[in-house]
């Protein structure tokens, strides 16, 4: 089975440019989680839905960062505008049920350089 | 100006031996409680999971002890080996209403040859 898919693996832009993450879960699970992992702060959850619903976005750092998820088979973390302390590797994760104490299981990131 | 990073614990073992990498709790209301190892360039890949009613679970090579009463969990692995060097996670659930998840800051565990 595939895992959770994520793109682009690399990312290096400017600041002030619109940064756009995608993340495929794993087919037939209901929750996504989209974290941030840095040396300074660790793994950070940002923001994660169930069913297509965002539930939480307490992590979300500043307005310059929005998360959806159209659809139950994809969705996308979005900086706009990027700045030089946004630099971080992005995971998604995903999961089978809500609510369930099931394991999350991650992409392998997305590692972000802003310039 | 100096940055400052997480400072990770490490764990140097030698191959053969068997590893305990441990992590304590404090939110007395999780019940379900995960292992991650992350290596090198990829994402935290799932090794064994446990919950509450439990207090040891075993997998392959590995084994999950959790002491409820003292909020400490650890991950035993017996014949340690070159490929498990990698960075260990534990994670424990909120608890509640929510499927959030607290990750720890993480173990490095060094496989010496």
């Known amino acids: 089975d595939a895992g959770v898919i994520q793109s682009p693996r690399h990312e290096v832009t400017e600041m002030g440019q619109e940064v756009t993450l995608r993340c495929k879960p794993i087919?037939?699970?209901?929750?996504l989680f989209w974290y941030r992992q840095t040396m300074m702060r660790g793994l950070e959850l940002l923001i994660y839905?169930?069913?297509?619903?965002?539930?939480?976005d307490s992590g979300m750092p500043e307005d310059r960062f929005s998360a959806k998820m159209p659809n139950a088979s994809f969705s996308t973390l979005k900086i706009q505008p990027s700045e030089p302390r946004d630099s971080a590797v992005y995971f998604c994760?995903?999961?089978?049920?809500?609510?369930?104490?099931?394991?999350?299981?991650f992409g392998d990131g997305t590692r972000l350089s802003i310039l | 100006g100096e940055s400052v990073g997480l400072h990770l614990p490490t764990l140097s073992v030698q191959e053969g031996d068997n590893s305990i990498i441990n992590c304590a709790y404090s939110?007395?209301?999780?019940?379900?409680f995960i292992w991650y190892k992350q290596e090198s360039g990829k994402g935290p890949q799932f090794i064994i999971d446990i919950r509450s009613n439990m207090d040891k679970r075993q997998g392959q090579r590995v084994t999950v002890l959790l002491n409820k009463t003292v909020k400490h969990l650890s991950l035993q692995i017996a014949a340690t080996q070159p490929g498990d060097s990698a960075v260990y996670f534990c994670?424990?659930?909120?608890?509640?209403?929510?499927?959030?998840?607290?990750f720890g800051t993480g173990t490095l565990l060094a496989v010496q040859p």
């Open positions: 994760a995903s999961s089978p049920r809500v609510l369930s104490n099931q394991p999350q299981h």
């Open positions: 839905f169930n069913n297509n619903v965002p539930i939480d």
């Open positions: 087919s037939g699970h209901n929750s």
């Open positions: 939110n007395s209301a999780s019940d379900y």
């Open positions: 994670a424990g659930n909120y608890g509640g209403a929510t499927n959030k998840l607290i």
